[in-house]
């Protein structure tokens, strides 16, 4: 005999933030970037929070530029910049790089993608994660999960503090490992980002 837990629903009120503000849409929970209350309070500006942190850009720029000359771009189509992916009513979610299967009929419109990605990399946590329950690990968890449910192959997240990364898949268990650990990317595309860094003369 199994005994369930009820939870009460939270009342959502409306919040009053703009929407240019939402940098996500979760399981029907808009999630506001992070920095945002000083936006709205007006002590920044919104090109203050918009941007990527130097270390940020600098990684996702990097890892580009790995899978540009080590996948095959014949069979796969690399896109980054916060690409948007539609999944349903609810959820509109975007990934800091993603890797798509061009076989599976891929059509490049004026809106997000619709169809999963392989591989879905993210760079640290862009939302505020005080908005969230269970903070920065609960989203995390979260958002991952319905990016597998999705269709998408693997999940990869890089955190720059601390220094790791997070590989989850439907098939295995979910890894979390240090930058020089060696990690699958897809098909023999191996990553050990703390080499790449090296490689490329980029002090971490």
């Not at 130097?54 to 990684?59: F, P, V």
């Not at 771009?73 to 975007?94: A, C, F, P, Q």
């Not at 790089?97 to 061009?102: G, L, Q």
């Not at 601390?162 to 990690?183: E, G, H, Y």
């Amino acid at each position: 005999m199994t005994v369930a837990v009820a939870t009460a629903p939270k009342k959502r009120r409306k919040s009053g933030v703009p929407s240019y503000l939402i940098y996500e849409t979760l399981n029907g929970r808009p999630l506001y970037r992070r920095g945002y209350r000083d936006v709205v309070s007006g002590k920044k500006t919104p090109a203050e929070i918009m941007g990527s942190s130097s270390l940020q850009a600098t990684l996702v720029a990097t890892l580009v530029m790995f899978l540009g000359r080590t996948i095959n771009r014949k069979k796969y189509l690399v896109v980054t910049n916060e690409s948007g992916i539609h999944l349903d009513k609810g959820n509109n979610l975007s990934n800091d790089i993603a890797i798509f299967d061009k076989s599976t009929g891929l059509i490049l419109t004026d809106k997000f993608f619709s169809v999963p990605p392989r591989i879905a990399i993210e760079v640290d946590v862009r939302i505020e994660p005080g908005e969230f329950e269970g903070k920065e690990s609960g989203y995390v968890y979260e958002k991952t999960e319905r990016l597998l449910e999705f269709g998408v192959e693997t999940v990869i997240w890089i955190t720059t503090q601390p220094k790791k990364i997070f590989v989850a898949t439907k098939s295995s268990p979910w890894l979390t490992q240090n930058w020089d650990a060696n990690v699958l990317v897809l098909d023999d595309v191996v990553l050990n980002l703390a080499g790449l860094l090296t490689e490329e003369g980029i002090e971490f």
